[in-house]
């Protein structure tokens, strides 16, 4: 499978199946910590990176066998939001196969957005990181695409809040000697 991988165990999300909506590293941000390398492109603009059809076709294959997972988990090699066929995504898998919640990782980049937000809204739990609270150090760790600011960060973090139901969990990576002091 291209899109969908796992079931894998996450000890935030317990049994989680991932589904990937963008290609090895198209992100917003180049995080000093990420797991799965340096980004090799740094955007804030949303496209269908991957086909719509094909996370679709490869979601119904796996999720016909009715597994016993915690989550259907957007997640991947990227940021997610990115995605921008996201929504639909959202609504199709809420109709089809709605025993099954769903999660989202994201660095929280785009959630000041509109589009964003309402494509975000039916998602049971969203998990947005918060590293930093200055620009000196949201720079430093999170090395952001030319343009985007930790106020952003914030704002789409409080719009998600305020506008939608999903619970909300947020994330900091600590980094000692960036992000460590009071």
Not at 30 to 47: F, H, I, N, S
Request: proline residues 6%.
């Amino acid at each position: 499978m291209r899109y969908v991988f796992g079931p894998v165990f996450s000890r935030r999300l317990g049994l989680s199946l991932g589904v990937d909506l963008v290609p090895h590293k198209v992100c917003s941000m180049d995080c000093l910590y990420c797991e799965v390398g340096p980004t090799t492109e740094k955007t804030l603009e949303r496209a269908e990176y991957v086909p719509l059809q094909g996370v679709k076709a490869e979601l119904d294959e796996f999720l016909s066998f009715k597994p016993e997972i915690d989550f259907v988990t957007f997640s991947g090699y990227g940021e997610p939001t990115l995605f921008s066929r996201l929504g639909e995504l959202v609504d199709y898998l809420k109709e089809r196969y709605p025993d099954y919640p769903l999660a989202l990782l994201t660095n929280s980049s785009l959630l000041n957005r509109d589009d964003v937000i309402s494509d975000v809204k039916r998602i049971d739990v969203v998990l947005p990181s918060l590293d930093a609270a200055t620009q000196p150090t949201f720079e430093r760790l999170n090395r952001p695409v030319l343009g985007l600011r930790v106020e952003d960060v914030v704002s789409g973090i409080e719009r998600l809040l305020n506008e939608t139901d999903s619970q909300v969990w947020v994330e900091t990576l600590f980094v000692r000697g960036i992000n460590d002091s009071e």
